[in-house]
């Protein structure tokens, strides 16, 4: 018998966060995720995307065994924006059992009705700064830290309880050229010229603080009227730059500015960390970190995180220009493959970055599930 608790303590948060490395232990392609970030993000007390959601936690018991998590989660934010009364399921890991995905599945609607809402979605997260979309296409492949990796029966599971496809997400694998294609050299640089743009130069992490905010202004004006995206807000923008901004390899970090020295453009780029993550095992410490440091200094792997572009320069070939500075400096310290953001379908353009000039094939498929609540 399958029994559903909420998870309302520390412990029983410690095991939502730890259950993921028990059912995948072994598996080849997963990357874990931190469990110091995943409990940052599952706090309501350090997590400001709490401001305007709410969210509950669910485990799923077989014979006193943890055989399932799921989380549910009401954007007040997105349902506005969006005109929606959606609740969306996210952190959804199972045992190939019907009856556990079934039960957790269920939890999650019946607390979106009795909150009201319609339709359910996901997996999504808080924001789409989190982990999102289910693995469909791409189960031999090695994820990367900032993607959700999933069994290929999960997505059987969720479709035979009434849930169907709502919008795909795409990323590829990129062969690094031994040099940048002339058109992409010629296009970068006469955008450059036209436009009277730069692309900084960083040698220090610090250096990117004074133009982090500029960049999250223009993450929210490219990405706003994609997928169920929401603006972050100013005290996001700070949780993130906190978060992430102290790891990052200025190498690998790409804005480009106008003559008012506005960020119009932006690349962030890691050395991959999928490896040194499977290392570590979720955990920074005893020595988790060696692995990490040690990755994200010398690899021949990378991963482009987000980029975007101002509604003004979409379509100026301003992506160009940041893609030839990032291949050249992967070119010039070993980086071999590149694996690209998860980009949506219909979004051709952006396919066009990653594709035009290089050699690329698909990696992996992700998809966000949808079903009417029938209220």
Known sequence: ????????????LSEFIKFPDKLYKGNKFRVPQLHIYEKSSLSSEKNPAFDFCEAKYWLAYEDNKIVGRIAGIINNKSNEIWNEKAVRFGWIDFVDNPDVS???INSVENWGKSKGMTTMQGPLGFTDMDLEGMLVEGFNEISTQTVIYNYPYYPVHLEKNGYSKEVDWIQFEIKVPDKIPDKVKRIS?????KYNLKILDFKKAKDILPYANKMFNTYNEALRH????????????????????????PKYINFIVDKNDDVVGFGLCF??????LMKAKGKLFPFG????????KKNDTADLLIQGVTDEYKSKGVPAMFYARIMQRFIDNGVKTVISSSVLEENKHSFLMFTNGYEARQ???RRSYTKHLGI
Do not use: C, W
């Not at 050395?271 to 040194?276: G, I």
């Not at 970190?289 to 994200?296: G, N, P, V």
């Open 1 to 12: 018998m399958i029994k559903i608790v909420e998870v309302q303590t520390k412990k029983h």
């Open 102 to 104: 079934t039960a957790l």
């Open 189 to 193: 640089e006469l955008v450059q010229q």
């Open 226 to 249: 994609l997928y169920g995206f929401v603006p972050l807000t100013e005290k996001q923008i700070k949780y993130y730059i906190d978060q992430y901004f102290s790891m990052v390899n």
């Open 271 to 276: 050395l991959s960390l999928s490896k040194a």
């Open 289 to 296: 970190f060696i692995h990490i440091l040690k990755d994200m």
């Open 363 to 365: 990696h992996m498929r």
